[in-house]
């Protein structure tokens, strides 16, 4: 019995500590520090303020859901923005960030929430973008295009038969402009994102290496591993000479239920270097 206690315990307290959370994040006008358990907000619209709320942390098939009671003001720059209006009370919102992103979707899985700390103005660079096949469910169609929206969680799906390795998507990005001063980076989210069923994330594939080519020229490539997790990642894509670029799935997380991979979106943004 003694020794049950004992490993109850010392389990209890692994698993605490194994979820660690730590985000810090700022753009502009608003700074934002989360914590196990707290989150504290400074921002400066519509006037400057400070605030700081206890949250708690759920993790749900590698989907992250943070929980507070919000009653102050820090949501209204963005949410003023988007034409949101974001009530006080109980909040549970799934959370998706990296080094410079943290962003809070609702349960109909659109953003009410986001900062980053890119200082570009805007996100999203022009681009368009196919791939070599997209899967069709009835009449949901998950599209490539998927791959650009960050303001919900559609993923785009491939449609072969198999586990989707070799299949590729391609992206032209319009912007010519290039400076020693900017950060030329695609974020990656990975796999099926979804407020309500975050079980559908580790039911389906991920992506797990992926190589990103230059088509205008082929010999210009590399590979990159990407973690088994929806929260960002940053790709270094400046070793490229041109913006024509392919992704090719290498390798894939398999799915416990199906065989599709699926991917949340992969935006292509620069940023200055500071």
Request: aromatic share 14%; proline share 2%.
């Amino acid at each position: 019995m003694k020794y049950k206690i004992i490993s109850f315990i010392l389990f209890s307290f692994l698993a605490y500590n194994i979820y660690s959370i730590n985000i810090n994040v700022s753009d502009p006008g608003t700074s934002i520090k989360i914590t196990d358990t707290k989150m504290i907000v400074e921002y400066e619209l519509p006037k400057y303020a400070k605030e700081e709320y206890d949250v708690s942390w759920e993790k749900i098939n590698k989907v992250d859901y943070i929980s507070f009671n919000y009653n102050g003001n820090f949501m209204y720059a963005y949410t003023n923005y988007m034409g949101i209006n974001v009530n006080s009370g109980f909040k549970k919102y799934l959370v998706i960030y990296g080094n410079n992103f943290i962003i809070f979707y609702n349960d109909q899985n659109k953003i009410e929430y986001k900062i980053d700390s890119t200082r570009t103005g805007t996100d999203e660079l022009s681009c368009d973008v196919k791939a070599s096949s997209e899967l069709r469910e009835s009449n949901i169609l998950y599209s490539v295009e998927n791959l650009l929206k960050m303001n919900n969680t559609i993923p785009w799906v491939e449609g072969v038969n198999g586990t989707g390795i070799g299949e590729k998507i391609q992206m032209q990005i319009k912007s010519t402009w290039r400076d020693s001063n900017i950060f030329y980076t695609i974020l990656i989210s990975n796999g099926f994102v979804d407020y309500n069923r975050p079980y559908l994330y580790e039911n389906n594939n991920r992506i797990k290496k992926i190589r990103i080519k230059n088509i205008e020229d082929k010999n210009q490539w590399k590979d990159f591993e990407i973690q088994d997790t929806p929260n960002i990642q940053e790709i270094d894509i400046s070793f490229l000479s041109a913006w024509n670029i392919e992704i090719e799935i290498i390798e894939v997380y398999q799915g416990t239920r199906y065989n599709d991979t699926c991917i949340n979106f992969i935006i292509p943004i620069m940023f200055l270097k500071l």
